[in-house]
């Protein structure tokens, strides 16, 4: 039996296992256990957001449902440095209040009311009026709120009541789905005349005329009676929605993308962020990934004058169908003394990082997690990295100072380009006394635009309806001693406060547009902007091997095996005694099926070094080479250092049957079956050959 066969018959019970687990999930709220269905059903129905509702039913377990209601109120917690969640109490004693006193004249609790439901919304009114011995109107109830234009609604308006009819429970009264008539017991007009019916009102109790045609105070006139449309709004759209005006919901997709990563700790406590990710060719043609996550707070614990925290930054470059591409990382310990801490507590804090890419289309996702604390934070960004042949220019660069000759120069740093440390922002905010430093690449460039192409820069202030350019001009391309990197630098001080766009622009010699490239950017009215402290740790200087290695595992995981082998050849051969390279070479020459050279680089390593790592190499490339009684060696050697591998023990059966020796195949394989009962091909084998004892 080939072990081929076997490892697709692994992977085909894991696909169904895994299939059969996420058809577990649960979409509607009634298939929820009653105490989640509650939750989401009845206590928090009136103050979820869709998105965080979809997240919740796409949950698997209890256990995560209770870290998403946990991180839930957290979202909504006005001081979560407290023990007490003033909001969640609030929420619940409206709850209370609703169902003591709302449900009197409904068949339901007095949640579900309509006055419930306001209550729960928006809280205790301003005042109350009531209207309920009136013989000429249906008792109404007028409901009165102010200063609540943060939740978006209007800075005054009222909330009215009425019985239908005379009859039954309070129902929420809408100027447009009822009007003025409707609220009069003994109304004989044109039931579409609301004038005549606001008229009529207005003579039998002005309050309740003052709310028939506009919930919304000093929207209306009585010399000119209309019905509100926006007091429609307010009632379908902008009350409904109050609850989620301050609640960010992002969190909840992250819960959900990265609930199988990120420990349950950490679920509950998402950060947002601010990031910005750039591709940098460098000189040798490789394409550098920069990229910067500034998260709104990094907390830090004290000891004595010593604040510290740990960082663990995880990264995945994944290709359009999912497969990974390349994957680091990095554990930072932070550190800070008293002084230092005093200078940055009031600052953002930004960690800056870089890594080589190449050619494709991918999806790239970052974890920062703060692990002291259990608080992560991530990004997600579709990634392009173009054929460097190709004429194209790059995204352009915005940055709010610069540093020459930093002290890291020869080395690869985040936003490191050539001798200039450019320090941007993901926001693109300047401030009065900045100079704006643009920096941008175009490659491909032919002679004809070396010699007689110009550059034209250009910057618009962005008004209502247009632009207004407030700059302009043009650089022949022959000015740029570096013709691939080019650099500007724009002074701001005579710039008003605004949002703009800046703009460039590659003509040809007849000033004719070959491609372009626009930025937004944002000048502040302060004259100074608060700056975050940087955290960037250099990596090796360009053409280091271990750049190389890293492209070279690309492409292997990309399945380009010559271009895999030729840079992990490389690499290999200017650091030929690195563990590292020797593994992830071995690994692109066993996938070429060259089981000789495997060999020839595993053994000494193993041999000489004792390095473990290179035993199930040894052993699969010794497997086809037909060396079975040395492959047996390299495999017991691995089960006795790693412990039992099903994969492993199955291999030693094969090289065990194919050397003749049915015994030793059977006790491999029975043992294999005793850890997996379910390899079904292997128990028929199994059983085939004991009868045959």
């Known amino acids: ?68 209601i946990e991180a839930f109120w957290k979202q909504r917690d006005p001081d979560p440095l407290t023990p007490q969640n003033e909001f969640r109490e609030e929420h619940y004693r409206r709850i209370t209040y609703a169902n003591r006193w709302f449900g009197r004249d409904s068949p339901g609790p007095g949640w579900r009311t309509a006055m419930g439901r ?84 207005l003579e039998i109790e002005p309050a309740i005329a003052s709310v028939s045609l506009s919930l919304i105070h000093g929207e209306t006139s009585a ?27 992002e969190y909840a997709e992250k819960l959900l993308l990265y609930k199988d990563i990120v420990e349950v700790d950490y679920t509950a406590n998402y950060i947002e962020n601010d990031f910005l990710l750039e591709t940098i060719r460098d000189d040798s043609g490789i394409f550098f990934i920069h990229y910067l996550i500034e998260p709104k707070r990094l907390s830090t614990e004290q000891y004595e004058n010593k604040f510290r925290t740990i960082l663990e930054v995880n990264g995945k470059v994944s290709d359009l169908d999912g497969n990974t591409v390349y994957q680091f990382e990095q554990t930072i310990p932070v550190e800070l003394g008293q002084e230092q801490m005093d200078l940055i507590k009031s600052k953002l804090f930004s960690f800056q990082d870089v890594f080589p890419l190449i050619e494709g289309s991918y999806k790239f996702n970052a974890l920062l997690k703060n692990t002291v604390f259990k608080e992560f934070t991530s990004i997600e960004q579709d990634i392009v990295i173009p054929k460097s042949s190709q004429l194209q220019m790059s995204s352009l660069i915005l940055a709010n100072r610069i540093q020459k000759d930093p002290k890291d120069k020869g080395n690869t740093k985040a936003f490191l380009v050539e001798d200039i440390q450019f320090v941007p922002s993901p926001r ?6 900045d100079s704006l430093h643009l920096i941008f690449q175009i490659s491909g460039l032919d002679e004809e635009l070396r010699k007689n192409g110009f550059l034209e820069y250009s910057i618009s ?24 990197n080019f650099y500007e ?29 626009e930025n937004n950017f ?144 059977l006790i491999a394989w029975e043992k294999s079956l005793e850890l997996n009962p379910r390899q079904e091909k292997l128990k028929k084998i199994v059983d085939s050959l004991k009868e045959k004892k």
């Open 522 to 665: 944002y000048i502040s009215p302060f004259a100074s902007i608060p700056r975050p402290w940087i955290l960037s740790l250099p990596k090796p200087p360009p053409g280091n091997p271990v750049f190389l290695n890293i492209l070279g595992k690309q492409f292997l995981n990309r399945k380009n095996l010559p271009e895999a082998r030729a840079l992990l050849e490389r690499a290999y051969q200017k650091n030929p005694n690195s563990l590292e390279f020797a593994l992830d070479l071995c690994r692109a020459l066993f996938s070429a099926k060259d089981y000789a050279a495997v060999k020839k680089i595993a053994l000494p390593f193993y041999q000489s070094q004792g390095k473990n790592e290179f035993l199930g190499l040894l052993g699969q490339s010794c497997q086809a080479l037909r060396e079975y009684e040395e492959a047996i060696s390299y495999y017991k050697a691995y089960l006795s250092h790693f412990g039992t591998n099903i994969n492993i023990l199955n291999s030693i059966g094969e090289c065990y049957y194919r050397l003749g020796n049915v015994e030793e195949a």
């Open 223 to 249: 010399q000119v009676p209309t019905l509100s449309i926006a007091s429609e709004v307010l009632l379908s759209a902008k009350i409904p929605s109050a609850p989620y005006e301050k609640v960010k919901d």
């Open 428 to 433: 693109n905010d300047f401030s009065l006394e």
């Open 461 to 484: 202030k962005q008004n209502l309806q247009d632009k207004e350019k407030v700059l302009s001009y043009a650089k022949s391309i022959k000015e740029y001693a570096d013709q691939i």
């Open 1 to 68: 039996m080939k072990r081929k066969s076997l490892f697709f018959l692994f992977c085909f019970f894991l696909l169904i296992s895994l299939l059969l687990s996420s058809s577990q999930k649960i979409k509607r709220a009634k298939d929820l256990d009653v105490r989640f269905r509650k939750w989401l059903e009845e206590e928090v129905v009136y103050i979820i957001t869709p998105k965080e509702k979809e997240v919740f039913l796409q949950l698997e377990t209890d256990r995560e449902r209770d870290l998403f």
């Open 489 to 517: 630098k724009f002074p701001l001080k005579d710039l008003p406060p605004a949002h703009y766009e800046i703009r460039v622009a590659l003509l040809n010699k007849d000033k004719e547009e070959v491609l372009a490239r």
């Open 118 to 201: 306001i209550y729960i919304i928006l809280g205790e009114p301003t005042s109350i009026d009531k209207f309920e011995s009136l013989t000429e109107v249906f008792p109404t109830i007028i409901w009165f709120y102010e200063g609540m234009a943060e939740y978006g609604l209007p800075n005054a308006f009222s909330v009215v009541f009425f019985k239908k009819s005379g009859i039954g429970e309070y129902e929420l009264y809408s100027p447009i789905k009822y009007g003025p008539q409707n609220l009069l017991v003994n109304y004989m007009g044109d039931p579409k005349d609301y004038a005549d019916a606001y008229n009529q009102l």
